[in-house]
């Protein structure tokens, strides 16, 4: 498993590396779909860091707070190399992480919000007090 800090950078240098740009909005939809193509291919969760149902869809509050000066504009963290950032991970994690990015760089992070909150892992959530979308609901709904 790995730190949601570490797999936010990779998410942010490849996007910038590939040119698709990553607002924080957008990186938070990409980190729930991460998640839910890894439980779906390992049965396990790529980070332990709880993900919440917020009125824009899901979110890690940690990643969040690191990137919301950015509001809605493109993430901007130019000094991290690719090539270093990518040493965290093995291989094919960053195969897994790769393709969630690449599948979904061409949606807007309006069309993410949308697609997110039409599934029944964050409208579960959003009903329930504490507001977290389990690992086991996520990993139900995609099987």
Do not use: H
């Given at each position: 498993?790995y730190?949601?800090?570490?797999?936010a950078?990779?998410?942010?240098?490849?996007?910038?590396?590939?040119?698709?740009?990553?607002?924080?909005?957008k990186l938070q939809?990409i980190?729930?779909?991460?998640?839910?193509?890894?439980?779906?291919?390992?049965?396990?969760?790529?980070?332990?860091e709880?993900i919440?149902?917020?009125?824009?869809?899901p979110?890690?509050?940690?990643?969040?707070?690191?990137?919301?000066?950015f509001?809605s504009t493109?993430i901007?963290v130019r000094?991290?190399?690719?090539e270093k950032?990518q040493?965290r991970?093995?291989?094919?994690?960053?195969?897994?992480i790769d393709?969630?990015i690449?599948?979904?760089?061409d949606?807007s992070a309006a069309?993410?919000?949308?697609?997110?909150q039409?599934?029944?892992?964050w409208?579960e959530?959003?009903?329930?007090?504490?507001?977290?979308?389990r690992?086991?609901?996520?990993?139900e709904?995609?099987?």
């Amino acid at each position: 498993m790995y730190d949601v800090q570490d797999v936010a950078e990779y998410v942010i240098t490849y996007s910038e590396d590939k040119d698709y740009g990553i607002s924080n909005l957008k990186l938070q939809k990409i980190l729930y779909l991460i998640q839910a193509y890894f439980l779906m291919q390992t049965k396990k969760p790529c980070f332990s860091e709880e993900i919440e149902a917020w009125d824009f869809g899901p979110v890690i509050p940690e990643v969040y707070r690191r990137y919301k000066q950015f509001g809605s504009t493109d993430i901007q963290v130019r000094c991290l190399n690719l090539e270093k950032v990518q040493k965290r991970f093995r291989k094919e994690d960053r195969k897994r992480i790769d393709a969630v990015i690449d599948k979904f760089a061409d949606f807007s992070a309006a069309d993410l919000t949308i697609l997110t909150q039409n599934q029944a892992p964050w409208n579960e959530a959003f009903d329930r007090k504490e507001k977290v979308i389990r690992c086991e609901d996520i990993l139900e709904y995609f099987s």
